[in-house]
């Protein structure tokens, strides 16, 4: 079956623009997870989402960056005012429930800020 | 805080050598250990899970151990193969369910 996708897969923008970057999970997981991998700090957790509600947004670096998931499917990692330190890969991962299972990750999306 | 450590950062070795590849954390308390491969440009494949109650999970010419009491885990993989190169990274899920990973083991199999 279709795996975790992510768009765009390359996304290049100026800074001080918003960004906004989508995930879509494998059918019925119930569990999505967005994380970040930079050069300098390898890959981090930024939120965790269990149906539409987000019990875990502790990785979120700073009140720019926000995210939303709406019917309990696709969701959105929106940047605003994005800095240069925010470019790197940024991770969609689904699984089927949450605690115990396997983490399916997407292929990423690729950010620069110029 | 759980921290995560992978040595060595990286490795190389010649085709058909076995691969041994060293995870350490250092809280204990956790509620599983999966191991994944990335390639260059690409999203992370998942290769084992281990659950905490679990010693060990095998799959293929690859084998993960976890000794939860020592923060320790190492992925075994039998003869090594060119396609094998790859970075492989571990990562222990705790409470809150998010993922904390090591700084990855870059290897290269030489044909």
Known sequence: GAGVSQSPSNKVTEKGKDVELRCDPISGHTALYWYRQSLGQGLEFLIYFQGNSAPDKSGLPSDRFSAERTGGSVSTLTIQRTQQEDSAVYLCASSLQGRGDTQYFGPGTRLTVL | ?111
């Open chain 2, 1 to 111: 805080k759980q921290e995560v450590t992978q040595i060595p950062a990286a490795l190389s070795v010649p085709e058909g050598e076995n691969l041994v590849l060293n995870c350490s954390f250092t809280d204990s308390a956790i509620y599983n250990l999966q191991w994944f491969r990335q390639d260059p440009g690409k999203g992370l494949t998942s290769l084992l899970l281990i659950q905490s109650s679990q010693r060990e999970q095998t799959s293929g010419r690859l084998n993960a151990s976890l000794d939860k009491s020592s923060g320790r885990s190492t992925l075994y993989i039998a003869a090594s193969q060119p396609g094998d190169s790859a970075t492989y990274l571990c990562a222990v899920k705790a409470a809150g369910n998010k993922l904390t990973f090591g700084g990855g083991t870059r290897v290269l199999v030489k044909p």
